[in-house]
């Protein structure tokens, strides 16, 4: 007999807010947002709105990943999340090539994009685990 305990406990919900990946993500969206003011003008419909997109994709899907409910929806979210930090890598390049940040930026950015991909893919491996039990 299942007691509304039990449920309450499978169902326990998460505070997205609190995970670090989250935290690293916000922190990078808010970096890239300072960023691109600087970007030139006619910019602003390509590059910027391009690169804003995708790093704020990140976080939201993170949230939405995070429910708890289902390792699938989990799973889903979390790859968008995945694939926008990588995009997000290729318009921190774009933006290096074209000269609007320099090398040093570049690199930061860059390497905390990829600092996110490395936690994502050990949650992915967390959630495969839990699948297999």
Known sequence: MRTTASVDQRMQLKDFKTLT???KAIALEDEIDEIVK???QDE???LVDQLIRCVTSIGANIAESNGGQYAGRERYHLGIAFGSANETRYWIERAFRKGYIDKQTFER???KAQELRRIMVGMFKRLDNNQSV
Do not use: A, H, S, T
């Open 38 to 40: 600087k970007f030139p």
């Open 109 to 111: 950015l860059d390497e």
């Open 21 to 23: 990946l989250y935290q």
């Open 44 to 46: 602003k419909y390509r």
